[in-house]
């Protein structure tokens, strides 16, 4: 089984698969509301928004006008959603032999591509309008290039290529925080990109973890992944290292003045834990272990960026 091609998953964005459970099949409007509700992963989405909101919010002193933070978070929403309506249309017959995606109404037939086109083009070309005209041009094409990154290079090119899909489509995922400062700061600098940093770093044993624990299934998929093209040993490794590696870039902020103490104990405390789970799945692997870890690198990932927020305004509260 070394040799075999398999894998599956989103990157970046932001980066969490959206588990479909028994969708109903095409009939009534609310089934047929559900099914496309369904094409826009709304857990990843929202994981997605909460991040690039996060963003917004850092960067300025003070509180960002609730219309940008408002019609950014919608346009965020809606380009997010079209990108990953599309990735479940191309990824249908994909997604048809894998026991965590095959109820998708892409991957069943009961919707077509016409129907999934259509729906995608209203909702990424109301989410580019709302960004250019409420917001500014800059994070409608920031966030443009995030769909094409994930909806085509990622789904397209990379997954089918390289086990290694994850960590280069990975950016894409990685982009929200950038969007969201590039809304209020009508620019992306360097604080914005640690932030980045951070998830590109943090999305590879957050994925692999699940792809350990769902290797059977990704088996099934047809494309390369890495627990399947390098074994098991090797993915817990990898899961290993990249957990070090999110350590020491999460250090970052701090580092170069973008937070305080508070943050910096926060992000201690948090990796402390999140290199247990790491260092569990790669020395004494379990399922169980690898759900654990994959479950925990989420929560992980929302307190680490509100340990962030809290420091910012804790801050700017003691410099008052």
């Known amino acids: 089984m070394s040799n075999s091609k398999v894998v599956e998953i989103p990157p970046a964005a932001l980066a969490i698969p959206d588990v479909v459970t028994g969708a109903p099949p095409a009939g009534g409007l ?7 509700w369904a094409l826009t992963k709304p857990r990843v989405t929202l994981l997605t928004v909460f991040c690039a909101v996060i963003g917004s919010l850092l960067a300025t002193d ?12 919608a346009g965020i929403w809606l380009l997010a959603g079209a990108a990953f309506a599309v990735n479940c249309l191309l990824e249908a017959q994909v997604d048809a032999r894998m ?3 095959a109820r998708r109404a892409t991957a069943r037939g009961d919707l077509g591509p016409a129907e999934t086109v259509v729906f995608s083009l209203v909702l990424g070309g109301a989410g580019a309008a709302l960004l250019y005209t409420q917001v500014n041009p800059l994070t409608m094409w920031l966030t443009l290039a995030t769909f094409v990154g994930y909806a085509f290079i990622y789904t397209l090119l990379l997954k089918p290529a390289t086990p290694q899909n994850i960590v280069i489509g990975g950016f894409a995922g990685a982009m929200p925080p950038a969007l969201g400062w590039a809304a209020v700061a009508n620019g992306v600098p360097l604080e914005a990109w640690l932030l980045v940093l951070i998830i590109f ?4 044993p957050h994925f692999w973890a699940l792809a350990m624990a769902r290797r059977d299934d990704y088996a099934r998929s047809g494309l ?9 040993a090797h993915t817990g490794q990898q899961v290993w290292r990249y957990s070090v590696a999110l350590a020491v870039g999460t250090a970052l902020p701090w580092a170069v003045g973008m937070s305080g103490l508070f943050y910096l104990a926060c992000a201690c405390a948090l990796n402390a834990v999140f290199l247990r789970h790491g260092w569990l799945v790669h020395k004494h692997y379990s399922d169980a272990i690898a759900r654990k870890a994959f479950a925990w690198s989420i929560v992980y990932l929302a307190l680490l960026f509100g340990a962030l927020l809290a420091d ?5 509260l003691l410099a008052v």
Not at 201 to 204: C, H, I, S, V
Not at 312 to 316: K, N
């Open 201 to 204: 770093l943090w999305t590879p």
């Open 62 to 73: 003070g509180a960002p006008a609730w219309s940008v933070l408002l019609y950014s978070a």
């Open 30 to 36: 609310a089934q047929r509301a559900g099914q496309y």
């Open 312 to 316: 910012h305004y804790l801050t700017l």
């Open 99 to 101: 026991t965590r995606t």
């Open 224 to 232: 390369p992944m890495l627990p399947i093209t390098h074994g098991m």
